[in-house]
């Protein structure tokens, strides 16, 4: 099936010795997360890795394994621990060249502020060949775009003001055409996650459903129990997500309605 | 080289949809990893995973791959989609079996809340054989301490306030001997990020070097420079890592002192 057929999986990248050592909540992570999925795009893992080439080209391999697009994030600055690209390009066999736009957009970056373009400030134009470049309008790392046997992968830096506004102008230099995602959430006070349970699974299996349902208990089941019931979809209109959701939450409303008077 | 004469390297397994979907920030991860760091283990991977039987079964076969000691968080409930235990136990090929300690805690827990067992409550006593339990004096699902070929693995719920003190009661099960690491950071003002670069790594690539340096940019290059630098080591005393780390700290001052006066 062509991917533009169905929506597409992705695997997001974090990379960071920090994130490892619980210094660092991995908030990039989660806003990648919610943008990719507010776009339709289906995230189906995560690695959080080491700042260390094998570790990095470990996790590009693996991701490509499994995902139509693969976001990276951490590991593009001058330093001898930003080897994010380079790790790419020698997991994948690409060799690393001097991209001409990135070179450009350093040079103006560092000539507007009078400032030389070291070694260590150069290494931020080298590029896996074959690379397109995101600009970066925040700091001075550019981001790229690799488009690698059908595959995306767009790798960003680590600030997350540069983060975001950088995977915002990539998302529509990937994605053709939007699914739509959506979900609504009932609270139900004085059920039990165990009540539902058995008939949620019964909904799940049922052929053709088109319907997600998870629930989140709100207190431990001994004292005020309650749960929370999320509903979602991923269709292509935005119409059939919310009318399969809603159908669904009906149903389900129909059934708490049903032993919420026989419970203990 | 047996265990105990390294320290031991961990990968911390999320399971969750909402977090792929950038609904819930991983806290869970970021606390885990602090623990196991602050006890000397080296977190050397993260995988985040989906609530579904093949995703949490890959995420342990991989895991198994490279780790010492792998915890999983999330999915020790009682509704459909708490499935980590049944995917464990299929992804190790090892027979799912009711665990008599987790059943009596689990009647003791619903019995005292004049609540019936019933079959979703009963699932939570379910265990790959061989497991050994971690008691949840928080909530009700039991938590697993799975020896597998000579590998941990720590099955928490996700519930953060009872992954938290399962998480430090099964440590000491599983750690016989801490190593310690610790760390030190000092901020240079006026000191870019890329003029401090070439010469960490020619330390970094030193023979022998036991220390770790990370240097955070605390802004971007053009307005008021400045880096964190961070230097950190884990041995097998505390005071060799001080030792180390402060060393290392001197030394770079001395560096920074140098090029201070002739920077731009």
Redesign the interface.
Known sequence: MPLDEKWKSAC?ITIG???????????N?????????DHGVE?????????APE?IGWAIK?ALLSSDIIVTSGGL?????DMTLASIGEALGIDMIENLDALEMLKA??G?????L????RKMAVFPEGSEIIPNS???APGMLLNHEGRIIISLPGVPSEMRSMLASAIPRVIGHDFFYFDKSITFPGVM??Q???F??DI?RRPGNMA?I??H?LQ???KNPGIKVEVSARTDSLAKSMEIVETMLREIQEIVKKFGKSS?
């Open positions: 997001i010795n920090e994130l490892l050592k619980g210094r660092t909540v991995n908030t992570f989660t806003e990648i997360a919610k943008m990719l999925t995230v189906t893992s995560g690695l959080v890795v080491m700042d570790s693996t600055g001058p330093t001898f621990d970056r560092f507007k502020m009078h400032l030389e070291t070694a260590s400030r925040v700091g001075s996650e165990s539902l349970a058995p949620v699974s799940m997600y998870k629930s208990p431990t089941e001994d203990a």
